[in-house]
């Protein structure tokens, strides 16, 4: 089982029912007493909320990409998600935390990934042919074009606009903040969805191929019966997608895990080389440096070792590397097993 890293409390109304439904589809799958291996981040709303509002998104970035790194340096989590819509404008950052980390430096796990949720919308929108897409959500979801140019630029799915319903969308956002997520829904909020849904677009010959709850409290208020068209819940297909990849027998599709660690010589030859698992992650550099050779362990915060300088190849330097990781690293961390297995003997090099 993979360990799934949730940064949750926006709202903690729906971070509840992410926890619920990834546990409880678990189970469904493997039965027994088994439940999620998930670590679960509930970070306090209002500050982020107030960020939003002052549109502060540089600090947002910064505090969500050190609690993503945070799940995945301190909580080993091999896959971390953000449980709402709305901070996924700032995705990019996150990502780009996490992928650095894994791949260019200071990496301490090794398999981790970031689980967009428009990645797994589009998922569900492909299977039923969707091209052209209502997106319901907050005003910010509905009014920015973090989503519109992510769905359109990665999957090509068009977002249709909402700039002609001003005050429907208003009062879209006010019954998400203002009942949704207080857990209230009321049965004239259910009615004005419903009417909105059934007349857009009044003032276009096109129709949107499916609707995307593109809220996580949202599915509180609508169903897949309730209209006629496919209702794509962003919250249930980002569960969805979580789950497959928590089980090792039904997840992790296009997220191989490698079983090779191969060494590389730099491009100076002798003067340095890389050990990289199969999918080019970094583990650690060998370099020269005043004449000793060194090692940067990018698993154990960014450690460095002096091997010293008594060597007459790169290949005699490699093995002493190797030997680092088996006696010193594997001692340090337990999540170095997986290298143990599969790095070849010092002696074999």
């Excluded at 797994?120 to 907050?138: F, N, Q, S, W």
């Excluded at 203002?178 to 857009?200: A, C, D, W």
Aim: proline share 3%; charged share 30%; glycine share 8%.
């Amino acid at each position: 089982m993979k360990r799934i890293g949730i940064i949750g409390g926006m709202s903690f109304e729906s971070t509840l029912h992410y926890y619920e439904q990834i546990n409880r589809k678990v189970n469904e799958r493997a039965g027994g007493l088994v439940s999620a291996d998930l670590v679960l981040r509930s970070v306090n709303f209002e500050e982020y909320h107030d960020l939003m509002e002052k549109g502060d998104w540089n600090e947002i970035a910064h505090r969500l990409s050190f609690e993503a790194l945070d799940l995945v340096l301190k909580n080993k989590c091999d896959y971390v998600a953000v449980a709402t819509n709305a901070m996924y404008k700032v995705a990019p950052a996150i990502k780009r935390r996490i992928e650095w980390w894994r791949q260019d430096g200071g990496g301490i796990y090794l398999y981790s990934r970031f689980v967009h949720i428009g990645d797994c919308v589009a998922e569900k929108l492909k299977e039923v042919g969707a091209k052209r897409i209502l997106l319901l959500g907050t005003k910010f979801t509905m009014t920015e074009k973090f989503m519109k140019k992510f769905f359109y630029g990665r999957h090509n799915i068009q977002v249709m606009g909402v700039r002609n319903y001003p005050e429907e969308v208003d009062e879209i956002n006010r019954i998400i903040f203002e009942e949704l997520r207080h857990g209230i829904v009321t049965p004239e909020s259910k009615e004005f969805m419903m009417n909105f849904v059934y007349q857009f677009p009044s003032d276009s010959e096109f129709r949107p191929d499916a609707i995307v709850l593109g809220c996580t409290e949202l599915n509180m208020i609508l169903e897949p019966g309730d209209v006629d068209i496919p209702l794509i819940d962003s919250t249930q297909a980002h569960i969805d997608k979580l789950v497959d990849l928590c089980l090792p027998e039904t997840g992790g599709k296009g997220f191989k895990k490698s079983d090779k660690y191969i060494w590389h010589e730099n491009p100076a030859g002798k003067n340095g080389a890389t050990l990289y698992d199969g999918d080019i992650i970094r583990v650690c550099d060998i370099y020269k440096q005043n004449g000793s050779w060194h090692m940067r362990l990018y698993r154990l915060g960014d450690t460095h070792v002096n091997l010293g300088n008594d060597f007459s190849s790169i290949k005699e330097v490699e093995r002493a590397a190797t030997q680092v990781i088996r006696d010193h690293c594997i001692k340090e961390a337990d999540w170095y097993s997986d290298i143990k297995k599969h790095l070849p003997a010092p002696d074999s090099i």
